[in-house]
């Protein structure tokens, strides 16, 4: 008799893909759009607001006295194949977002995968990111925030993907200090474990701190984590936020009330506002530097030698925001299964 014994290496291995996919790409309602194409207008007590939904896209507009905002939602890259066939209940795409202010600067960005689908989005950032900033200007813009949700609220859109992560977004920003800060804390400069949060002092130019947040929530339990990170570039001794970027590394993005504050670290004093976590299309080299994740392929289901995982992006996201410099991370490309999120003080 023939006895076949059973792969425990194999097993082990296969349990810790589920915990990553999971992880790294459960989230949200089944449907990728809407029924129909849908507008919806009104009033706050400061300004007036639009909504349209429509099958792929969601634009919401809000004119106040002293400033006004456009937000879009987009569905960005298309999921694996693989991905798409074996959880369908998953969604479509990856959904892309940002915030654009009266003067037409995306100052908000959050993408969903590894790169926008639209290309001029990341054109539109690297040709804005370092114009100067009106201080007072950027705060009137921050406090509208509050009624847009307002507006966002008020809307019965329940089937809309893209309404969702923006109802998310709105909801994380009015929440929250404008320079960012998670509520759970913030570490003090070069601890990496959180804390009491410091302010860096001001200095005698026009120097920017560089922000960077790791995000988690548990996938199966014990075995395995989904991490996104978030980067937020300010202008020392005032603190205007010049950009907040995110990344939801193909899940949950970090405004997601499912995920938690996990890790992160600033470092004031630097030239330039420009994040190098920044969100380049692989075409754009204005800043010399593609993109803050890893440029491999997004290899969640069956990972092999030379893909990717959420917690290979949020390590490369949080080391070249630390490094102030675009570096290709082994981790991206290597057969290690990084099943956990990153700690920020190894890396």
Wanted: charged share 20%.
């Amino acid at each position: 008799m023939n006895v076949q014994w059973l792969d425990t290496g194999a097993i082990i291995r296969f349990v810790q893909t589920l915990a990553i996919l999971s992880g790294c790409i459960a989230r949200g309602p089944a449907s990728d759009g809407t029924t129909g194409n849908r507008q919806f207008s009104g009033e706050t007590p400061n300004g007036d607001w639009t909504i349209e939904v429509l099958s792929d896209s969601t634009v919401v507009t809000f004119a106040g006295e002293d400033a006004s905002l456009r937000l879009e939602a987009l569905n960005g890259a298309e999921r694996p194949a693989d991905v798409q066939e074996e959880h369908p209940e998953l969604g479509k795409y990856d959904v892309d977002l940002r915030v654009i202010d009266r003067n037409g600067i995306p100052w908000i960005m959050a993408l969903g995968g590894d790169e926008f689908a639209i290309s001029s989005w990341a054109d539109d950032y690297a040709e804005t990111v370092n114009i100067s900033v009106d201080d007072a200007d950027r705060e009137a813009h921050y406090e509208l925030f509050p009624d847009v949700r307002e507006a966002l609220d008020s809307v019965g859109v329940s089937d809309s993907y893209q309404l969702g992560e923006l109802r998310d977004l709105v909801r994380s920003q009015s929440e929250e200090l404008r320079i960012g800060r998670p509520k759970s804390g913030f570490p003090t400069n070069g601890s990496d474990t959180g804390g009491t949060s410091v302010n860096p002092p001001p200095p005698p130019s026009t120097t920017y701190t560089h922000w960077v947040y790791v995000y988690y929530r548990a996938a199966f339990w014990v075995f395995g984590d989904h991490s996104s990170t978030r980067a937020v570039s300010t202008k020392d001794g005032v603190g205007t936020t010049m950009s907040d970027l995110s990344y939801g590394n193909h899940g949950y993005k970090y405004t997601d009330a499912r995920m938690s504050f996990s890790c992160g670290n600033w470092w004031s004093g630097r030239a330039s506002a420009t994040l190098h976590y920044s969100p380049y299309s692989g075409s754009d080299t204005a800043y010399g530097i593609a993109g803050g994740g890893c440029s491999t392929v997004y290899d969640a289901i069956y990972p092999t030698a030379g893909g990717h995982v959420c917690n290979d992006d949020s390590y490369a996201q949080y080391g070249n925001v630390k490094n102030d410099a675009n570096i290709v991370w082994s981790t991206c490309s290597d057969s290690t299964l990084r099943q956990y999120v990153p700690v920020c003080s190894s890396i």
